[in-house]
């Protein structure tokens, strides 16, 4: 019997571990579902098309259900270059601004990774904390000209 239990601990916290990975996602959704019930923090997966660019990483998305502004990091960090009317498959975290916000913000992506229909991939940062976390003289190295 203590064999078994040695065998089962590990088997079932191996198990648990896995499940809890697969339900972070990211969950395939559209951007009225976001509108409806916004999840902050919630790691998504949305394909649609850029509309617009509205200022240095920041876009208008649009999945046929509505649009969301897909925010790709600030433009100190890298440059992020898609032309209007370009097909993209989006993974990112759903976002409502910063937590010191007077006012509820619409939603917004918080851009993780971008792919076009050619299969070109474009890596905007990895889950965890933002890279530029901290500001161009942020903590982390390599975070700017500092």
């Known amino acids: 019997m203590k064999k078994i239990r040695y065998f089962i601990g590990p088997l079932v916290a191996c198990l648990a571990g896995t ?7 990211p969950f395939p959704t559209t951007a009225a579902d976001i509108h409806a019930s916004p999840t902050p923090g919630q790691l998504v997966e949305l394909r649609g ?3 617009e660019r509205l200022r240095d990483n920041e876009f208008r998305f649009d999945d046929g259900t509505g649009h969301l502004v897909l925010d790709a990091g600030p433009p100190w960090w890298h440059t992020v270059s ?3 009317g370009a097909e993209v498959t989006v993974v990112g975290r759903v976002s ?9 913000l619409e939603p917004e992506i918080d851009v993780h990774r971008l792919q076009t229909p050619a299969g070109e991939m474009i890596r905007v940062r990895d889950v965890g904390p933002a890279p530029w976390a901290g500001g161009p003289c942020g ?3 390599g975070a700017g000209p500092c």
């Open 19 to 25: 499940g809890a990975a697969l339900a972070q996602g």
């Open 96 to 104: 409502l601004g910063p937590p010191h916000a007077r006012r509820a």
């Open 139 to 141: 903590r982390r190295h």
């Open 49 to 51: 098309r850029v509309v």
């Open 82 to 84: 898609l032309p209007a």
